[in-house]
């Protein structure tokens, strides 16, 4: 029997615990589908999450927060997969700028339209 993809979050304490309360957690022995940042988080540790969520089969998504996001964008740029799809998101405290989304910059190109 085929089973469903995970969606994977990277982000801050309340955006990973929203998710976490709608359902989208996962933790086995060998990990879990999530990652908190914090201040004192390590970006080794954020890239490796990002790295280890990017090759995982039963991903599917990748949620980051935006501000994360921008922490490992030199390891993004390089990242053309199609599954696990990453998608940036707002934060309570970071609005959305879609001037630094990849995928709206590569939407905006394909569309003809200059940021």
């Known amino acids: 029997m085929e089973v469903g993809k995970l969606i994977a979050v990277i982000g801050d304490e309340d955006t990973v615990t929203g998710f976490l309360l709608a359902g989208v957690g996962h933790r086995t022995a060998d990990g879990s589908n999530?990652?908190?940042?914090k201040q004192d988080t390590k970006l080794q540790q954020v890239e490796e999450a990002f790295q280890n969520f990017s090759v995982r089969d039963d991903v599917g998504i990748i949620l980051i927060n935006q501000h994360v996001a921008n922490d490992i964008r030199h390891i993004l740029k390089d990242y053309h997969e199609t599954i696990p799809t990453v998608l940036e998101i707002p934060s309570k405290e970071h609005p959305y700028d879609p001037e630094?989304?990849?995928?709206m910059q590569r939407v905006n190109m394909f569309?003809?339209?200059g940021m």
């Open 111 to 113: 569309l003809g339209g």
């Open 34 to 37: 999530f990652l908190i940042v």
């Open 100 to 103: 630094q989304d990849y995928i």
